[in-house]
């Protein structure tokens, strides 16, 4: 059993320069997060996934529907949450310290699903209850308006935060900070229901903090249990977290991936097999592994040779198989990006966390649940964002990637 025990640092970096791109501020603001672990459960990896993909459907599908009222009576699967980064963030003058689950899938900030919200001179309630429904979990509960503070010296005056009055699913964790696009926060507020609710990085920007509206996130591959491997940075990009350019990719068109930060991509296994024609799908830190439609995994499956291991859920292989497995190819935006063998395999060292046994290889690539051409057909997960710096630009809708020092790492 793990508890928050992989320890990262979220540096919170402003641009300060005309070329935002390559530089951040000289005195990054930082604050400490954790990759946690909470196997309090039978769920396994594969089926939390599944449910949080099943939910960003539904609420994106409602949404384009325009029954938005529907959105707080939307029924999915509810598993606990298994592997997730988290961060504490201070609301509140004085601030209280809430652990949040950092999550680009969604754009909600809330607390007091495990700590009690503490109102201040800097709290204001509004006429609004607010009420969101998640993979991992729902709340609902009302809104407030309050400082929020993201590390020394990085400051948010009037930031919509719910407090919850019921959550579940979110063991060992306040709430979420979520930094997904702004309009999925479209619906969630009664009476209203029409009103998008600026996010922190919309504040952070229209209140002068950061010169760009976006922000990146630099994670790292580590299969032990303390490691300083993430770092998320506001209005700008650290150079020192990726090498060559920045790929990007425009949001997809294509619905219900374009509700999310969706794109466009391609994927093949080795020089010549098509996993993935040409098709949509998002890319989320709240998911853990790399999905892909279920005949894609087919296909994938049958190039690598793999079987389905009841006790994890996931594809296995054996050392033998392993050896052999070749590279996937996901090409986005003109780029190829390659993710390696050792990429695929969840860390041996961890394999007894998951259920599984330490003499077998397990992939990261998992089933979606759904089949090709329902316009979200994968979902580039927090394995997948572990080998490559990932940028997402607000202002400019388009998502962009970049290979780091730790794309052909044999971490795993």
Excluded: C
């Excluded at 709240?286 to 894609?296: K, M, P, R, S, V």
């Amino acid at each position: 059993m793990f508890g928050s025990g992989f320890i990262a640092t979220l540096t919170l970096a402003i641009a300060v320069a005309a070329n935002p791109l390559v530089q951040v501020r000289d005195t990054p603001v930082t604050l400490s997060i954790a990759k946690r672990f909470n196997f309090t459960g039978s769920a396994t990896l594969i089926e939390h996934d599944q449910a949080r993909a099943a939910a960003l459907r539904k609420l994106a599908e409602t949404k384009l529907s325009g029954n938005l009222d529907e959105r707080a009576v939307i029924s999915v699967p509810v598993t606990n949450g298994l592997v997730d980064y988290t961060a504490n963030v201070g609301v509140g003058s004085p601030a209280t310290t809430y652990s949040l689950l950092i999550d680009t899938g969604s754009s909600n900030t809330w607390v007091g699903a495990g700590k009690a919200y503490v109102r201040t001179s800097t709290s204001t309630q509004t006429t609004n209850r607010v009420s969101v429904t998640y993979g991992s979990g729902s709340f609902s509960g009302n809104e407030f308006t309050d400082t929020v503070s993201l590390g020394s010296g990085l400051t948010i005056t009037r930031q919509s935060i719910g407090v919850a009055t019921r959550s579940t699913g979110f063991s060992g964790v306040d709430g979420i900070l979520g930094i997904g696009p702004v309009d999925l926060t479209t619906g969630t507020l009664s009476p209203g229901t029409t009103t998008a609710i600026p996010t922190v990085t919309d504040n952070l920007f229209s209140q002068g903090t950061i010169t760009q509206n976006l922000l990146s996130v630099s994670f790292e591959p580590t299969n032990s249990e303390s490691s300083t491997n993430g770092e998320l940075t506001f209005g700008g990009t650290d150079s020192s977290k990726f090498t060559g350019s920045i790929t990007f990719a425009p949001i997809t068109r294509t619905s219900p991936a374009s509700e999310f930060w969706g794109i466009d991509q391609t994927i093949r296994y080795g020089a010549s097999t098509s996993i993935l024609t040409s098709t949509a799908g998002i890319v989320d830190t709240g998911t853990t592994l790399t999905l892909i439609a279920t005949d894609a995994l087919t296909r994938y499956q049958r190039a690598t040779g793999a079987v389905l291991d009841n006790a994890t859920g996931l594809l296995r292989l054996t050392t033998a198989q392993f050896a052999s497995l070749q590279s996937l190819f996901f090409t986005i935006g003109g780029t190829t990006f390659e993710l390696t063998a050792n990429a695929q395999a969840w860390p041996r060292n961890l394999n007894t966390a998951i259920g599984g046994n330490a003499n077998s290889v397990y992939l990261i690539v998992g089933d979606l649940g759904t089949p090709t051409g329902e316009g979200l057909d994968f979902i580039n997960g927090m394995t997948f964002l572990e080998r490559f710096y990932s940028v997402f630009d607000t202002a400019n809708r388009r998502v962009g990637l970049a290979t780091t020092s730790f794309t052909h790492a044999t971490t795993n």
